[in-house]
Structure formats: C-alpha cells, structure tokens
C-alpha cells in the first residue's frame, strides 16, 4: 500500500527553521520525482522543491531558492525538506508528493510563520 506521511511541521517565529519529513512506504523514493508542494486557502496548491534522486538533481521555487533544501534518504526511504530563514509568506500546508506514472500526495502537514 504507497503511502506518503510528513511530519516535522508547527509554529515558527520569522526567520527560524524548521525540518519537513516525507516518510513514504509501498515503494521506493529513488524510482520517482518526490516534489514539496504548499497551499493556503483560497489559493491553488503551489511547487515548492523537487528531487530526482537517481539522477542528482534538484529544483526549487524562486520564493525559495537559497532558503529551502530538498533531500532524500534511500534506507529510509524518506524526503526532507530543511527551511530555513522563514517569511510569514511561507505559511502554508506542505504537502510531499511522489510522480512517476502515478501520483501520490500525502495527507499535508502546517506551517505557521508568526510571530
């Protein structure tokens, strides 16, 4: 059964850093695109972070690049997603997200940016 479970989410003041968690099961991270994606009400979901593994490579966002780094551990099959120097514009549910033939989203976990 795939299955994508964040994690690491909560209340920050402006400019600290918190760490995301995407623990995925039922298949294996390196196989796939793995993306961060983030939504606030009333406006649609928007790309944050991309990382293709097997290949190296990583994408980000403007709004975030060199502030945010994407990650992945193959032995526990999980993505991360360090950000740092946070904005309240980066408030927003963080979704994990896994794309090859399928695509499959996780369940989201709240970032509040506040102080």
């Known amino acids: 059964q795939v299955q994508l479970v964040e994690s690491g989410g909560g209340l920050v003041q402006p400019g600290g850093s918190l760490k995301l968690s995407c623990a995925a099961t039922g298949f294996t991270i390196s196989n796939y695109v793995m993306s961060w994606y983030r939504q606030v009400p009333g406006k649609e979901r928007e790309f944050v972070a991309s990382i293709w593994i097997v290949a190296s490579n990583t994408n980000y966002a403007a709004s975030v690049k060199g502030r945010f780094t994407i990650s992945g551990d193959n032995i526990k099959n999980t993505v991360y997603l360090q950000m740092n120097s946070l904005e309240p514009e980066d408030t927003a549910v963080y979704y994990c997200?896994?794309?090859?033939?399928?695509?499959?989203w996780g369940q989201g976990t709240q970032v509040t940016v506040s102080s």
């Open positions: 997200n896994a794309r090859q033939i399928a695509n499959y």
